[in-house]
């Protein structure tokens, strides 16, 4: 049997998109069929949005795209105003990337040991897997602990999931043992994090024990109405929104409904100007997560002028779409929106 450490011995590895020049190889896509087709309208879209200065493009982020090795792409994206706001999952921002920013990495798992091992051993070497991915569930208590901490230091009183995440941005400064980080990038250039479901994922683990040690005292807290309260504020202040949205679930129905929220609050903010997602999930369940963004459109929540669903395996779709992005170069042009900046107030208490 091979050792824990022959285990997670081959670190995934983030890939650059910044090396790999696609806009050749996407164009000429356009005159292909099916997925390769689609996946062009969505690169140009994207491109789109980079080139509308008044676009504030929203992110939404779903499935282990971190472990996956797309963390890289994330953090080139924000760096280079690429991205305006993000809306995720707990577990990517924190199981994954906050999880890498303390020195920590996920582990590929080698074809020898995939094809035969038993996830009960793996259990009894404290390794959890994603997939045919691998992290050490020691060092993922870590992670656990220092989200408690976090929480343990602040002022007890609800924050929203973006308060708390800009919390631990700037714990990384101090903390970090990666420049490369999601948390730490978005903290920087004043990107907003949200996660509207914060508690699945390490964050409520290490709230979980926040809470049980507190016990009648006054307790930090998530306030998720405080989230869709302020992601609606970025969309009355950026009437101009453009969603890439990877995967689907909370993050892309949240993501949708601001524009709901808007009209509920008294704003006439118009449906989300440009959208694409990448997902395999299957339509005919009537799930949200494969919803059409044309059937979002029944709901008033996403034009439908410029949408395209691409379905695809993100690893595979994302490289080319934010790849097409960065070369054709519409970043340059763009301002910082720093929309963060919006909440500076809330910030400071």
Known sequence: MPTKQELLSRPIEHLDVTRHNVVALVDGMEQMAFSARDLHRAASIYDRMLNDDECAVILTLAGSLISAGLKQIFVDMIRNRMVDCIVSTGANIVDQDFFEALGYRHYVADDRYKAGLDDGLLRDMHIDRIYDTFIDEDELRIC???????????????????????????????????????????????????????????????????????????????????????????????????????????????TQDIVVAADILGHDAPMHKYAVQVTIADVRDGALSSSTLKEASSWGKVDTVYEQMVFSEATLALPLIAGYGYHKGGWKKRSEKRLNSIFAEAVTK
């Open 144 to 254: 656990d602990e220092t989200v408690q901490k976090i929480a343990d230091e602040l002022p007890p009183r609800p924050y929203s999931s973006r308060e708390f995440i800009r919390h631990m941005g700037e714990y990384l400064v101090e903390h970090g043992k990666t420049r490369n980080s999601i948390v730490l990038a978005a903290y920087e250039h004043d990107v907003p994090i949200f996660c509207p479901a914060f508690s699945d994922c390490s964050a409520g683990l290490g709230m979980v024990t926040h809470y049980h040690q507190r016990g009648d005292q006054p307790k930090t807290s998530f306030d998720s109405a405080k989230d869709f309260y302020e992601l609606t504020q970025i969309k009355i202040a950026n009437p101009t929104t453009g969603l890439l949205m990877i995967g689907g679930g909370v993050p892309k129905n949240f």
